[in-house]
């Protein structure tokens, strides 16, 4: 073997500067450079791409969320009114009953007064009559007193 086979394989290993080795640096360089810049390429696309799904996972949640808020909102405001719809309808209901009660105890009240005022008018008339039987005795019914003399 040469000095020049060695230094050859010397440089084909990266241990000297040879003509070879100083001509393919640049070529390895630029493969490199090549090489190295496709892998930032594909990196990029796929940070890219993780970034899209990402946002589009984010905006995805954003409008469940916004569609869970409104049905809960749409639930409870249904609720609401249905609960509001029975105080409504039980009020009125109890309403009904206190007013038709009154209705009863009032026309209850009125026929029991009504029902007093007879009993007194007729209790009235009983008394009238019996004064008036005692009123319509005779003047004989009732003892003369006795004449006082005259006096001359």
Same mark, same amino acid.
């Given at each position: 073997?040469?000095?020049? !086979?060695?230094?050859? #394989?010397? #440089?084909?290993?990266? /241990?000297? *500067? +040879?003509?070879?080795?100083?001509?393919? @640096?640049? /070529? %390895? +360089?630029?493969?490199?450079?090549?090489?190295?810049? +496709?892998?930032? /390429?594909?990196?990029?696309?796929?940070?890219?791409?993780?970034?899209?799904?990402? +946002?589009?996972?984010?905006?995805? #949640?954003?409008? !469940? @969320?916004?569609?869970?808020?409104?049905?809960?909102?749409? &639930?409870?405001?249904?609720?609401? &009114?249905? /609960?509001? =719809?029975? %105080?409504?309808?039980?009020?009125?209901? !109890?309403?009904? =009953?206190?007013?038709?009660?009154?209705?009863? $105890?009032?026309?209850?009240?009125?026929?029991?007064? $009504?029902?007093?005022?007879?009993? #007194?008018?007729?209790?009235?008339?009983?008394?009238?009559?019996?004064?008036? $039987? =005692?009123? $319509?005795?005779?003047? =004989? *019914?009732?003892?003369?007193?006795? @004449?006082?003399?005259?006096?001359?």
């Amino acid at each position: 073997m040469g000095r020049r !086979q060695v230094q050859e #394989a010397m #440089a084909n290993m990266g /241990l000297t *500067d +040879s003509w070879l080795n100083r001509r393919s @640096k640049p /070529l %390895f +360089s630029v493969q490199r450079g090549n090489a190295d810049a +496709s892998v930032r /390429l594909a990196q990029q696309q796929k940070t890219q791409e993780l970034q899209d799904k990402i +946002s589009q996972l984010v905006e995805n #949640a954003a409008a !469940q @969320k916004q569609q869970q808020e409104a049905s809960i909102r749409a &639930n409870t405001s249904d609720w609401y &009114n249905t /609960l509001l =719809s029975n %105080f409504y309808s039980t009020a009125q209901q !109890q309403g009904t =009953s206190l007013y038709n009660a009154e209705q009863e $105890r009032a026309a209850a009240a009125a026929e029991a007064e $009504r029902q007093r005022q007879a009993e #007194a008018e007729a209790s009235k008339e009983a008394l009238r009559k019996k004064c008036y $039987r =005692s009123c $319509r005795k005779k003047a =004989s *019914d009732y003892p003369t007193p006795p @004449k006082k003399p005259k006096a001359t």
